[in-house]
């Protein structure tokens, strides 16, 4: 037998991850010809924090994933109490209280970060259940209760933010670790319905009666579910100019800097309209492929790793990841609601590049233990 190093990197997914931040940068510099001049630069504070996200990820496999896991609660308190801290000293950006603004720094979005913790307190919760459950299902509905308060907790307090896209994703993260963790399909059925049932009740009371919709659910919560529905009848118009902008880009695209029409977001929400109209098509097809190889080699990875814990955690990272990317591309391409989801290690974003190295640093470690020894 023979060791493998602690350290060492998993290369496959090192070039993945490289290409990613290539893009990344070179789109987001392009997209800045359709930003304010107060934006210029944001390219450059992309690769920082690129850089900045290797360093942490490179620090967690010194670290290792138990140390991460036997202190998750811990995070998931702080974080909690982060989300509570921005209500009252959050500064508010597009009518939005989901920063912390601090000088020097830029602007720091604890929700970000509440995804990852939840992905890991998730996966030791479900671990300890499987270990210790009888099979009655009385024991796995009071299991479930206890899941649905951890994720409700921090879903409640993004949602006022108010950020709904976040909590979609808290929600698509718990879906789907309590799936690979064997919960009974029933609980899911349930869960679709009731799930079902609220929607249809929103929907018909904004279509019955657009005053009854606010005297009901507010006004925020009005103009948020308005938001959502634009995209259905085309009126959007960041929908439109971004079909535009890809459409216009046909097979090799305008080149880089060369944007044929104006739309918002173009570094951030809509960035893969940004990065298709410059590339067209092939540079689409080629990104596509880089973040498919990227999945898979998570899936390989999940399927050979024997640590349950570490097996939950990525399919959690999966689940995440698959939505955000079908999410994000799908409302660039108008087939999908608008919901501000950015697209992972491409779009610009402190805060949401780091919690995606924290990933990368988790997967390292997971894919050397699953590799520690070789004959």
Known sequence: MKKISRFKVETSILVLLLLMATISIITISSAETLLPSHMDG??????IWYVLGFGLAFSLMFIGNDFIYRHSYILYILSVLSLILLLFIGEPINNAVRWFVIPGIGNIQPSEFMKIILIIVLGGMIKKYNEDKDGSLEEEFKFILKVLVIVFIPSLLTFIQPDTGMVFIYLIITATMLFVGG??????AIGASILALSVAFVLVTYFASH???????????FLRVDRLLDWSNSS????????????????????????????????????????????????????????????IRLINVANKTSNHTNKYVISGIIGMLVYQ???????????????????????????????????????????????????
């Not at 950015?342 to 894919?367: C, D, E, K, Q, R």
């Open 325 to 375: 990317q079908i999410q994000n591309i799908g409302m660039t391409l108008g087939i999908l609601p608008i919901t501000g989801i950015t697209l992972p290690f491409i779009s610009y974003g402190g805060s949401s590049l780091i919690s995606y190295m924290i990933v990368a640093g988790i997967f390292f470690n997971i894919s050397n233990e699953s590799m520690r020894f070789t004959n």
């Open 183 to 188: 919960i009974r399909y029933r609980w899911f």
């Open 236 to 295: 959007g118009f960041q929908v439109e100019n971004s079909l535009n902008a890809i459409g216009t880009g046909g097979l090799f695209g305008n080149g880089f800097g060369n944007h044929s029409v104006y739309f918002p977001e173009p570094h951030t929400d809509f960035i893969f309209a940004t990065y298709a109209g410059n590339f067209g098509l092939i540079g689409a097809l080629i990104l596509l492929s880089i973040i498919a190889l990227f999945d």
């Open 42 to 47: 944001i390219a450059i504070k992309q690769l």
């Open 211 to 221: 005053d009854a919709f606010v005297n009901i659910f507010g006004t925020d919560f």
